[in-house]
């Protein structure tokens, strides 16, 4: 279903009902990362169930809310559960939650994901700046009929992932003596894994790492000006690159290990956004 103005600020008009600030700095938590939303400070949470128009979850580790409160100082909303074209939306609802918080007045955007290495000298628990993404198949989530309001018909995606925020990301992650890899995301829609040979097709074409997250995101941030900081997480080598098959829980259990480095990261960030 396409969105329409008025159906997107019904869902941030219920959400401002509930707060008494206004959220600046929005966060989407993949897979496992979503512990973070629980730092948060005098917690709104709302559930997606509730919200007019709002979509809802069906990834089972998603938790399906939105915390809203204060993280180092600022003022933020957090999506714990994001939406994926696998779980069978449209790529046109998938604007949904970002034009929301676009709505709400939220000027930055977090986003992080868990994905599968692609670059061989990256190892699996490495996080990786995104620097930028290659997405060639499948269709665009501004399709259709364009809303004026969420920016225009054709926009710039040469510094969607805004460089000072990568700047920032790598002295918060020297600040507090982290590594961090900087490099491309290609997005596959999934849900299955990709085959050896898909992989290696994405090496070649540059991608250093895959997923089917964040992309849809980041294209509906760049159209309404919104800047973005993108983190993955390599919870797996991604097919093919070892002898082995890649499991969901593999998936899982790095994310959990890698968390409590990734909540510290992403903290010392927002303190400086
Ligand atoms: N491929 C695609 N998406 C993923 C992967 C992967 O290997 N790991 C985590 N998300």
Sequence with gaps: MAYSYDDLKKSADYILDRIDFKPKIALILGSSLDRLAEEI?????????DIPNYLITTVQSHAGKLILGQLNGKNVICMSGRFHYYEGYDFEDLVLPIRVFYLLGVKSLILTNAAGAVNKSYKVGDIMIIKDHIKLQAGSPVRGKNIEEFGPRFFDMSSAYEPEYRDLAKRAASK???????GIYFYCTGPQ????????????????????STVTETITAAQCGMRVLGLSLMSNMAAGVLDQPITTDEVRESGKKSSAQFRALVREIISEM
């Design 41 to 49: 400070e005098d917690p709104v949470v709302i559930d997606y169930k």
């Design 176 to 182: 507090i003596s982290m590594e961090l890899r900087e």
């Design 193 to 212: 894994f990709e085959t050896p040979a898909e992989i290696n097709a994405i090496r070649i074409l540059g991608g250093d790492a895959v997923g089917m």
